[in-house]
């Protein structure tokens, strides 16, 4: 029996791909890999018993997903890094030329990073002078960027990267793009770490979905410090902040 479901499900995907699945066939399908004898049947429904729904297996920590009976332990390694593996396709895809120039790359390339993730995290981008990516680190996973050592490190990173600009985004799971007085606070403080450095915090996006919003163009924080104070390194390149339709 258990040969033949197999077989059945391979049958499924290879006329239609997945979208023809049921949830629990999915899972089946993507178990068959890590377990090659054994029924994948009743890991896939007690998988979904635990967690609820497909979204909520990919987003599941690989402890949590080894709870589950009969989870195996690569499957468990693999299956949280999927998503992970998907943003990191479609940051390289969200850029043109490994470079982010304006508000609206940085926005696509937040999004595809974070836009999804259900609880709020920050990315710091690091550019040469000319706009190319360095590389991005995430930096935490539930707060903002609000703590001195947190802040350190990126100016810390930038240094280690010899990077010419930083831009910071982080997403809002509420899907309210409006950044919080903590956002504009920890964003100014870091500016003016940055600053003395020769390295131009270049902007702060929050995104959500596909709308955004841009510290340096909606002025959340510059009119204290200075207009143009994200810049008061010298930026390396021209940045455009103005908010556009990111869809085009």
């Known amino acids: 029996m258990g040969a033949g479901r197999r077989q059945r499900v391979r049958e499924k995907v290879h006329l239609n791909g997945i979208a023809g699945l049921a949830p629990h066939e999915i899972l089946e399908f993507m178990l068959y890999p890590y377990v090659p004898q054994k029924d994948t049947v009743p890991i896939a429904h007690a998988l979904l018993d635990e967690f609820g729904t497909l979204d ?34 479609a940051t390289d895809a969200a850029v043109d030329r490994g470079k982010i120039t304006d508000a609206v790359s940085a926005a696509k390339y937040f999004n595809a990073m974070i836009g999804g993730e259900k609880v709020e995290k920050t990315v710091a981008v690091f550019l040469t002078n000319r706009g190319k990516i360095i590389c991005a680190r995430e930096l935490n996973s539930g707060t903002p960027v609000e703590t001195d050592v947190e802040i350190r490190k990126i100016a810390s990173a930038a240094l280690n990267t010899n990077a010419a600009a930083v831009i910071l985004g982080h997403n809002h799971p509420s899907g309210d793009v409006t950044p919080s007085e903590a956002d504009i606070s920890s964003t100014e403080f870091l500016g003016k770490m940055l600053r003395p450095l020769g390295v131009a915090l270049l902007d702060h996006l929050v995104v959500s979905g596909n709308k955004y919003h841009s510290m340096l163009r909606g002025g959340s924080f510059r009119e204290r410090v200075g207009r143009g104070s994200l810049n008061e390194a010298g930026a390396p390149f021209t940045y455009d902040a103005e908010e556009k339709d990111m869809q085009k």
């Open 56 to 89: 909520n297996v990919l987003h599941a920590t690989e402890e949590a997903l080894l709870t589950v009976p009969g989870m195996p332990k690569l499957a468990a390694l693999t299956f949280p890094q999927l998503r992970h593996i998907i943003a990191r396709a």
